[in-house]
């Protein structure tokens, strides 16, 4: 079982940044692929990046590619979600997310979710 804790959300403006983290504990966490979803309000949930841990390989939705940065420091057991340029429809909830097998992140679900950190942008 992974556990996923997320922080770093908030409230801010169009044209900010925000980063968001996520830390993994658990057996084999560090193994783990970790990704990051959103939901925004009246909407599903989305994918919005990945990196692979053992190659670091990154993902990103077209939506963010350009403005969003993921990494991880394997040392911490740790993903962070850089958020560059945000706009209103960046507005959502965010959601952690890990799995042990080499996922199709826009067509699986994960094994393991965090509780979801909130992040609104105001224009």
């Known amino acids: 079982q992974v556990q996923l804790v997320e922080s770093g959300g908030g409230m801010v403006q169009a044209g900010d940044s925000l980063r968001l983290s996520c830390t993994a504990s658990g057996p084999n966490s560090e193994k783990s692929d970790l990704a990051w979803f959103r939901q925004g309000p009246g909407k599903q949930r989305e994918f919005v990046a990945a990196i692979a841990w053992a190659s670091e390989i990154t993902d990103y939705a077209v939506s963010v590619k350009g403005r969003f940065t993921i990494s991880r420091d394997n040392n911490k057991n740790t993903v962070y979600l850089q958020m560059n340029s945000l706009k209103p429809e960046d507005t959502g909830v965010y959601y952690c997310?890990?799995?042990?097998?080499?996922?199709?992140?826009?067509?699986?679900?994960?094994?393991?979710w965090g509780q979801g950190t909130q992040v609104t942008v105001s224009s």
């Open positions: 997310a890990a799995d042990l097998s080499d996922l199709d992140w826009y067509h699986e679900e994960p094994s393991y």
